[in-house]
């Protein structure tokens, strides 16, 4: 009874702090599905990665906060009921995750798991051979409170999008991954560090205080995928 009453004070407590929560009541007031959208706004104005004509791919989209901010980065001007960017998009944003998402305009959105090959395979087909300007990650596993097993699950799917990114981005292309602090971390700034020439880690104002959540961006692919070649070597090639 005394965990029972204990977890009803923190949930009440989580609520409370919720509700009052500055990014939640603006997320409210200008429309976004969540206030993980001011985390990537804070990250792009810091890196400035995301611009009008751009391929945008979304990992681990829902709510849909992040293709959201990119839809409107690529709308500036236009601006809906609700908040909502409407009209012309100037750009393409391709947006997945293993939940339904909400139809967002002008996003293209997958249902999958990026861990099946049948699901990836499909991500593939979207993109079709398209340069990739930016990929952005939110992905986190279930976790089940056992770290060593949740450290394994986080850096697996961080190794995921690392992998697409490799395979896909442009030369000067740029990754934006969620991490968590904790036994595995360091493997993954390496990891960062070994295939990006530009690494950062960004812990944003929108993230909770007692969160361990922080975002690596690498901008720069250092070796791209095999049959792939930087922008210059191709034109000395042609």
Known sequence: MK????????????????????????????GYRARAAYKLKEIDEEMHLIKPGQLVVDLGSVPGAWSQYVRRRFAPKEVGAGGAAAGAL????IAMDVLPMEPIEGVTFLQGDIREDEVLAQLEALVGGRPVDVVVSDMAPNLSGIESADSARISHLVELAVEFAQAHLTPQGALV?????????NDLVR????????VKPVKPKA???????TFLVGI?????????????????KG
């Open 3 to 30: 965990t029972q009453t204990k977890s009803k004070k923190v949930n009440k407590q989580w609520l409370h702090d919720h509700v009052n929560d500055t990014y939640v009541k603006l997320a409210q007031r200008e």
């Open 90 to 93: 100037n750009g393409t944003i």
């Open 177 to 185: 991954c969620k991490v968590f602090h904790g036994s595995g971390y």
């Open 191 to 198: 990891l960062f560090k070994s295939t990006f020439r530009i």
């Open 207 to 213: 993230s909770r205080d007692k969160s361990s959540e």
């Open 220 to 236: 720069g692919l250092k070796v791209l995928a095999q049959g792939r070649f930087p922008k210059a070597d191709m034109d000395a």
